[in-house]
């Protein structure tokens, strides 16, 4: 019990240094990107992933942990996409205020789903409480809507090649994430209850 319990604090600590280190690099590109060419799309996608940071440090341990390893492939590259993807200076698809505005209303989602998440927010799929309040009263993953969000508006904004994969491999992934958080918490007869209320996954009337 004692060595189960050491490799998961070391897989704990690895997963936050990790958290850390990529937000890093990212930080970087984007700050840069933003010097030089003052376009604000990439410091609200900035924004956005150090929420992921501060929360994933201050976490609470979970009840249920999903330790497959389609949930654990899926987490990974719904982590690590953001981090990859880089400015550029091929011209927007639409006007930065646009995409800025775009951005910071998937902001505004992301932000009220960790307000009302608090430390219950974790990385791997798992049961670390159940919330049913704010933004969760309509749709079943309103962080994860809002990272569609702010990740279109930056695909928008820096159109690559490379951006577009990353976005789409990433978000994909994040879908799936979030329907496995769901299996494990369909065991909890609190979220039983819930779902029957709110039947959204992402986005209410569509998904």
């Known amino acids: 019990m004692k060595s189960r319990f050491s490799r998961e604090a070391s897989a704990d600590l690895l997963a936050k240094a990790l958290v850390v280190a990529l937000f890093t690099l990212l930080s970087v590109n984007l700050v840069s990107a933003y010097l030089q060419t003052r376009r604000a799309t990439g410091l609200l996608l900035l924004v956005s992933e150090s929420l992921v940071v501060v929360l994933t440090v201050v976490r609470r341990r979970a009840r249920i942990v999903d330790r497959s390893a389609t949930a654990a492939i899926m987490t990974a590259i719904s982590i690590v ?118 039947a959204w996954h992402l986005v209410p009337g569509v998904f």
């Open 81 to 198: 996409g953001p981090s990859l993807v880089r400015s550029s200076d091929r011209l927007a698809v639409v006007p930065d205020s646009v995409t800025v505005f775009v951005s910071a209303m998937g902001l505004i989602v992301v932000i009220a789903g960790k307000v009302a998440l608090g430390r219950s927010f974790g990385i791997a799929p798992a049961n670390r409480g159940i919330v049913v309040a704010g933004p969760y009263g309509f749709v079943r993953h309103p962080i994860y809507a809002g990272y569609l969000v702010t990740h279109l508006a930056f695909a928008c904004a820096y159109p690559t090649k490379w951006n577009l994969v990353v976005l789409i491999a990433s978000d994909t992934a994040l879908v799936i994430r979030a329907l496995c958080e769901e299996r494990v918490l369909a065991k909890d007869r609190t979220y039983q209850v819930y779902c029957r209320r709110v």
